[in-house]
């Protein structure tokens, strides 16, 4: 009697031949062992074998094997006296290398068409160029009601909320020296601006109504690198009666998330 063939079971994610879609399957251990760093990223610091062990949801015991093999990779390393583990040398060149990779841009100029459709107004991305904010993209609001804005158009520090982004969380030295190109020398010693700058790092979030145009209301967050630093300002833009400004509206919220997801893409969060 001839012996049947096996069955045929898909690994990598196909179909089989008489079965539905299958999810790949990985290597259990190393998914395990890879909660270890993910704990020890998000705690940006070295940690006790106890404390990382918890905040991996495992106990000492068998978070010890997976920290020595880790170690010889060099992904963690132990310090010599406190017995703290921290990232390694390997750990820090992948994530450095990572972020070489990653083109905020890029990663914001795919988020904006949802963003636009979520919010119903147009929205757009900007980063700091040689004298300041400069708008990189613009995606129009899914309505007929449009707000005119183009590439490359200058973003006021003082009056926009992409600009105050920048002014709230740039590095200060190139923050005065543009809202002094700007004519705006003395801004930065107005209670009313650095009150209003100071809510923004607060709240993650700039605020304007009927600012720069009358009729005409924004809101806009940050996106940072991996280092921290404020790389992107994602705005919402639209008339003023179409934009809820409350922090905790729909468009703000979603807005937020937006630049949560793009912050984490970049290397910050985990």
Same mark, same amino acid.
């Given at each position: 009697?001839?012996?049947?063939?096996?069955?045929?079971?898909?690994?990598?994610?196909?179909? /089989?031949?008489?079965?539905? +879609?299958?999810?790949?399957?990985?290597?259990?251990?190393?998914?395990?062992?890879?909660?270890?760093?993910?704990?020890? @990223?998000?705690? /940006?610091?070295?940690?006790? $074998?106890?404390?990382?062990?918890?905040?991996?949801?495992?106990?000492?015991?068998?978070?010890?094997?997976?920290?020595?093999?880790?170690?010889?990779? /060099?992904?963690?390393?132990?310090?010599?006296?406190?017995?703290?583990? =921290?990232?390694?040398?390997?750990? +820090?060149? +992948?994530?450095?290398? =990572?972020?070489?990779?990653v083109d905020p841009v890029r990663l914001a100029v795919a988020e904006l068409p949802a963003l636009a459709r979520t919010l119903g107004c147009t929205v757009s991305a900007?980063?700091?160029?040689?004298?300041?904010?400069?708008?990189?993209h613009v995606e129009l609001a899914p309505t007929p009601v449009h707000v005119a804005m183009r590439h490359g158009t200058p973003a006021s520090l003082r009056h926009t909320?992409? =600009?105050?982004?920048?002014?709230?969380?740039?590095?200060?030295?190139?923050? !005065?020296? @543009?809202?002094?190109? %700007?004519?705006?020398? %003395?801004?930065?010693?107005?209670? !009313?601006?650095?009150?209003? $700058? @100071?809510?923004i790092r607060r709240e993650g979030l700039s605020r304007v109504r009927d600012e720069l145009l009358p009729g005409i209301s924004a809101l806009a967050v940050p996106v940072?690198?991996?280092?921290?630093?404020?790389?992107?300002?994602? @705005?919402?833009?639209?008339?003023?009666?179409?934009?809820?400004?409350?922090?905790?509206?729909?468009?703000?919220?979603? $807005?937020?998330?937006? /630049?949560?997801?793009?912050?984490?893409?970049?290397?910050?969060?985990?």
């Amino acid at each position: 009697m001839d012996t049947p063939p096996p069955e045929h079971h898909a690994t990598d994610g196909t179909a /089989g031949d008489d079965g539905p +879609l299958r999810r790949p399957r990985g290597i259990q251990s190393i998914e395990v062992g890879g909660q270890l760093l993910k704990a020890l @990223a998000r705690a /940006g610091r070295a940690l006790p $074998l106890k404390d990382l062990a918890r905040a991996a949801g495992m106990g000492a015991a068998k978070a010890h094997p997976y920290l020595v093999s880790f170690g010889k990779l /060099g992904l963690v390393e132990q310090d010599p006296v406190s017995g703290h583990y =921290g990232l390694g040398p390997l750990a +820090l060149q +992948l994530g450095l290398i =990572g972020l070489q990779q990653v083109d905020p841009v890029r990663l914001a100029v795919a988020e904006l068409p949802a963003l636009a459709r979520t919010l119903g107004c147009t929205v757009s991305a900007a980063v700091w160029g040689p004298v300041g904010p400069i708008i990189v993209h613009v995606e129009l609001a899914p309505t007929p009601v449009h707000v005119a804005m183009r590439h490359g158009t200058p973003a006021s520090l003082r009056h926009t909320g992409t =600009g105050k982004i920048f002014a709230a969380f740039g590095e200060p030295q190139a923050v !005065a020296a @543009a809202l002094a190109r %700007e004519g705006e020398a %003395e801004a930065l010693r107005d209670p !009313a601006f650095a009150e209003e $700058l @100071a809510a923004i790092r607060r709240e993650g979030l700039s605020r304007v109504r009927d600012e720069l145009l009358p009729g005409i209301s924004a809101l806009a967050v940050p996106v940072f690198d991996g280092f921290g630093r404020v790389v992107l300002a994602l @705005a919402a833009i639209a008339p003023s009666a179409l934009l809820d400004l409350r922090a905790e509206g729909v468009q703000a919220q979603a $807005l937020l998330a937006a /630049g949560r997801r793009l912050t984490q893409r970049l290397g910050t969060g985990g």
